[in-house]
């Protein structure tokens, strides 16, 4: 099951960035976005249903790490579609009031299902079986008549926690917009960074915690946040939760720094050619 949900993201990445190259129509990009993603849960729903869990532990991984870093995908790119039909038309300061309108929406949600946020955000998994199995119940009494509804393809708080990490991404890709409105340029249509992250999203969270432990910016002052947002803004990149993302590499029972070692190698590797060039 692992190395399938692995090879299904990794297809998902590469089609998301192709989207990304093919037009700069926010809508139309958003709308592709989501038949791209559509079409992979479709495969992955394909495979789930001939297949059994091996033990709870494992139902706990796929509704808790695999299905919602899919699921989360179609929810983010569905509510900018959305958002961006929505949006005014005209006048800037119609547009510049529109935006934080949105935020205060999404910050409803979060409210609502501040439970499972807190859960969520710090890591915890003492609840794990009661909230990310079939057989669990919703964390919120208020119910959520999510899209999302297949009893044997999706759990309540499964659903929810893709939402929430969609919520997150798309929270953090408002702020950019509004930013970019205040120092003057257009929400969409502003210079984007012609630089694009070809690695891992965990390899550039792995890059940023270094330099953060290094205090190799703003001489320590600047938060990890702050690092990775000014890494996603260079590399028109969003890596979503950062902190789960951190955990996940702190619990890696062989290599933990993966990409900075491979950092290394390629660097070293270039010099010793380099050298052997000069002989």
Not at 25 to 31: C, D, L, R, Y
Not at 50 to 76: C, M, V
Not at 192 to 206: G, P, R
């Amino acid at each position: 099951m692992k190395a399938f949900v692995e090879r299904l993201f990794g297809e998902m990445e590469l089609s998301l960035k192709e989207v990304a190259k093919e037009t700069s129509n926010e809508i139309q990009k958003a709308e592709r976005c989501c038949q791209v993603i559509n079409a992979i849960l479709i495969r992955l729903k394909e495979f789930m249903a001939g297949y059994t869990f091996r033990d709870g532990e494992e139902e706990i991984l796929f509704f808790k790490e695999y299905k919602p870093l899919l699921f989360k995908e179609l929810i983010f790119y569905s509510e900018l579609t959305y958002i961006e039909a929505k949006k005014p038309i005209g006048k800037k300061e119609q547009i510049k009031s529109y935006f934080p309108h949105v935020l205060d929406q999404i910050q409803e949600f979060f409210v609502r299902n501040h439970q499972l946020y807190i859960y969520y955000q710090l890591g915890k998994s003492d609840q794990d079986e009661k909230l990310f199995m079939r057989n669990s119940m919703p964390v919120s009494l208020i119910r959520d008549y999510s899209f999302d509804f297949d009893p044997s393809f999706s759990t309540v708080n499964s659903s929810k926690l893709a939402k929430i990490m969609a919520y997150e991404s798309l929270t953090d890709h408002i702020r950019k917009i509004i930013h970019r409105l205040e120092m003057g340029s257009d929400a969409v249509g502003g210079e984007v960074s012609v630089h694009e992250w070809t690695d891992s999203k965990s390899s550039l969270i792995e890059l940023a915690y270094a330099l953060h432990s290094r205090g190799a910016v703003n001489h320590g002052k600047s938060d990890v946040k702050a690092i990775i947002t000014l890494m996603e803004s260079l590399f028109n990149v969003q890596v979503g939760n950062f902190y789960r993302t951190f955990q996940s590499m702190r619990g890696r029972k062989k290599n933990r720094t993966i990409f900075l070692d491979s950092l290394k190698e390629s660097l070293v590797k270039r010099m010793d050619d380099t050298d052997m060039g000069y002989q």
